[in-house]
């Protein structure tokens, strides 16, 4: 009599179906069917033998266990790979709620509620060697106005735009020393701005280095990191003569030409940016990078140039940074002038520095208390004008420590600090700030999840 106990899993993305099956003289088959595609395997393991031939056994045994792990490799060696298995969809939804101290008596103040950033998007390989990354954006989702994040990405209920395409681009590498990546994606300087995605910052806003990056645009670039092993990265790219992030520096340019002009011909101006770095990580990584662009005809003079320095590193749950940037050019954007909307040459720089501590990582609490406090200055400076300082301090609890930023939630208080001029232009009555920055002192609580 034959009894047959059945049992499925899954196994590298195919179904796999095994099958024991016991009578006295015991059968090892093995057995291999399509079905929709994906090659199903059905091993029979298991065998019952008398004492007497234990021998026989154990060979019998060794074989199926052979078996079992040679046949299946082979029958899967052509489907395996990942390099052509199709998109990986990813995401996160960043709900937020603050309110702001110390604003005029002749305004309100209450609690808000909003999303900073929501994104979806997808990922992968097309063929080996290019891949390809699509993400969508609904940053300051239910913020009415600009938004706490000055506007960055406007789109749904705000007064000025839509949901968008925040990033589409394909890489192309044909050796790992030289890859070239097209589309619409960030520009290669800062090294917060371009190595720490929105969802793993350590807080709730990016420093305020990020008004006078040329941010995202559309363009070339040729890069790589860690070349040949020593830890030295660069990019060097082109890109079209505008930042598509509102309120940088970089975004008040024109790109196109003349003829049918559009996307059809430029008017010969760019943004050119580069970026060298080294990583000795995780203890230390450094970079310099700048850019070069133009902007509205100022005294006979169109150019803009930025530069930044940066670092970053960390160990034990001990993690820093800084960084410094640089912008030197024109604009009418009302924050890097000292009265709103005023067209000027500008001198504008910012300088950050931050701490955080992984207590857990530290050996200091248990898994389910991953805490991190943190601590952040960050001064704003335009020649001549003022300065915003916003000090910031922070803690981050995560969830489950082995995925830290599946699931997070961020305190901030921001202590803001106006000085000179340009005063005026910050906060009442004009409320301009610089991308990240806040006017007033500002209590927030973001919650965080992703996939």
């Not at 600009?146 to 990033?167: H, R, W």
């Not at 520009?187 to 969802?199: D, F, K, M, R």
């Amino acid at each position: 009599m034959i009894a047959v106990a059945a049992r499925s899993c899954q196994t590298a993305g195919a179904l796999r179906l095994v099958f024991v099956v016991r009578c006295k003289k015991g059968v090892v088959k093995m057995l291999q069917s399509v079905c929709s595609g994906a090659i199903v395997s059905f091993v029979v393991l298991e065998t019952l033998l008398s004492r007497r031939s234990l021998v026989m056994k154990k060979n019998l045994v060794a074989l199926a266990v052979a078996a079992a792990f040679v046949v299946p490799g082979v029958a899967f060696a052509s489907t395996s790979s990942n390099r052509d298995t199709g998109p990986v969809v990813f995401g996160y939804a960043q709900i937020t709620g603050a309110q702001q101290f110390g604003t005029p008596a002749s305004q309100s103040s209450g609690l808000i509620f909003g999303a900073n950033r929501i994104r979806l998007g997808f990922k992968g390989e097309a063929v080996p060697g290019v891949t390809y990354f699509v993400q969508g954006a609904w940053d300051n989702a239910g913020i009415i106005g600009d938004g706490l994040n000055n506007g960055l990405g406007s789109n749904i209920a705000t007064k000025s735009g839509q949901a968008q395409l925040m990033d589409a681009y394909i890489n192309f590498a044909p050796v790992p020393f030289a890859q070239l990546q097209v589309g619409k994606f960030k520009t290669p300087e800062g090294l917060e701005y371009t190595s720490v995605a929105g969802n793993e910052l350590t807080f709730i806003f990016r420093n305020m280095g990020q008004s006078l990056l040329p941010g995202r645009s559309a363009g070339a670039m040729i890069h790589a990191g860690n070349v040949m092993g020593t830890g030295v990265g660069y990019a060097v790219g082109i890109f079209d003569n505008t930042s598509l992030d509102n309120y940088t520096a970089f975004s008040n340019g024109n790109t196109f030409g003349g003829g049918q002009g559009h996307l059809l011909n430029g008017n010969g101006k760019y943004i050119t940016s580069g970026m060298l770095s080294y990583s000795m990580s995780p203890l230390l990584t450094a970079e310099v990078s700048g850019s070069m662009g133009t902007a509205r005809t100022y005294h006979g003079t169109d150019k803009l140039t930025s530069w930044n320095v940066g670092l970053s590193g960390g160990m034990m749950g001990i993690n820093y940074g800084a960084g410094y940037t640089r912008t030197d050019g024109t604009s009418t954007i009302g924050y890097m002038n000292a009265s709103r909307n005023s067209v000027g040459t500008v001198n504008a720089s910012d300088w950050h520095a931050e701490l955080a501590a992984n207590l857990h990582e530290m050996s200091l609490t248990p898994d389910w208390l991953d805490v991190e406090p943190a601590v952040r200055y960050d001064q704003y400076h335009v020649t001549g004008a003022g300065t915003l300082g916003n000090a910031t301090v922070g803690v981050n609890y995560f969830v489950n420590p082995n995925n830290p930023h599946a699931a997070e939630v961020q305190l901030n208080y921001i202590l803001a600090t106006r000085g000179g001029s340009i005063d005026n232009a910050y906060g009442y009555p004009n409320g301009n700030s610089p991308i990240n920055g806040v006017a007033y002192n500002t209590l927030m609580l973001q919650f965080q999840a992703g996939f």
